[in-house]
């Protein structure tokens, strides 16, 4: 299984659960900065350079291909954002 985590907040929930140490995480540049990305002592972890804050449907599907050229076969869990009205 491969997370891939669209904000900060669904980055730290994934981060803090035991199974996570193991699985593939992946985020956007607005999950994660530069700079905290390369204190991290984590392998697992790889973060696109661009955000997925206001990404459309194409740049998730292209996201999602990326990961599976990585990870071939396995299943992909992706964050839901809700908006309140």
Known sequence: ??????????????????EAVQMPVWCGANALSEADFAKLERSNITRFIYSFENADKAT??????????????????????????
């Open 1 to 18: 299984m491969v997370y891939l985590a669209l904000t900060p907040q669904g980055l730290q929930e994934i981060l803090d659960t035991p």
């Open 60 to 85: 998730i599907q292209s996201a999602l291909s990326t990961i599976e050229d990585h990870h071939p076969g396995e299943r992909i869990w992706v964050e839901s954002v809700v908006f309140d009205d």
